[in-house]
């Protein structure tokens, strides 16, 4: 069958110049809060054009595919359009890392190197491996400040409980872009697994898997054994970071960006 998503507009933004890292969302976040969280370590790298885009149904793309696999033709066709013939690296955030894995089993020869941020690994979550209940030292009220609707979220996603990093992290999903919430809804009751989710196959480029300690969304386990998969991989747990670890932990992960980028040619 011919997949008649492959050649859908997606929106984006670029910045910088240099060598082409093209940066996927998490699952119901735009461009503009991966960018937030990314950016200030990227562009501290040096040398990398960034490029930030909504998946289709997130941000300001439209719907796109019914399924997982589709997505993947579907941000594979844009980077045919934007980057015709070069090599590329990837760096994804949650789904957009497992995304971006799919991607590069099916193109290794182009992804020239992965920074995975705590990357789905198993798209079932009662499959998942996941941390148990929060920590002993979480701040008192480090929730009061945070809207009612996103408490019950951040109080799973969040390692590092404090009204600070609550609130920025709270501030930035604020600012995000709806995108198409029922043909989200769609793609996670039919469609959501890639059909190589299970696949061993080695990714030979530069990796880098940064996982949240707290993160009881995606976990930390499931990523440490997939490291099979990326024999030039790199792995880190971070104490007191859970998924919006980028947010949590901005000066370790800066220094673990640029420790990839420096393995990436």
């Known amino acids: 069958m011919v997949d008649t998503f492959t050649g859908m507009d997606l929106a984006s933004h670029w910045a910088g110049d240099g060598y082409p890292v093209v940066c996927l969302p998490s699952f119901s976040t735009d461009r503009k809060v991966t960018e937030a969280a990314f950016d200030p370590a990227l562009a501290a790298a040096d040398g990398l054009r960034r490029c930030y885009l909504d998946l289709p149904g997130h941000g300001e793309s439209p719907p796109g595919p019914p399924t997982s696999d589709g997505v993947v033709d579907t941000v594979s066709g844009f980077i045919d359009r934007q980057l015709p013939g070069q090599r590329f690296l990837l760096a994804g955030w949650s789904y957009g890392a497992y995304i971006a894995a799919a991607l590069a089993r099916r193109r290794p020869a182009d992804v020239a190197g992965m920074l995975l941020v705590c990357p789905g690994v198993t798209i079932n979550m009662a499959d998942r491996d996941l941390p148990g209940a929060g920590a002993a030292d979480d ?26 990093v609550a609130g920025r992290v709270a501030g930035v999903l604020a600012g995000s872009t709806p995108g198409d919430e029922e043909y989200r809804r769609r793609l996670r009751s039919g469609g959501y697994p890639v059909r190589d989710e299970q696949s061993a196959f080695p990714f030979g480029g530069p990796t880098s ?23 030039f991989g790199s ?20 220094g673990l960006v640029a420790e990839w980028r420096r393995r990436c040619h």
Not at 212 to 230: E, N, P, S, T
Not at 235 to 254: K, T
Request: glycine residues 8%.
């Open 235 to 254: 792995y880190a747990v971070l104490d007191q970071a859970g998924h919006y670890l980028p947010f949590e932990q901005p000066e370790s992960f800066a």
């Open 209 to 231: 898997v940064i996982t949240g300690r707290q993160d009881r969304i995606v976990g930390y386990a499931d990523q440490f054994r997939r490291m099979r998969c990326y024999p």
């Open 139 to 164: 701040e008192p009220g480090w929730l009061d400040d945070v809207p009612q609707q996103l408490r019950e979220h951040l109080w799973q996603a969040l390692g590092h409980r404090t009204r600070d």
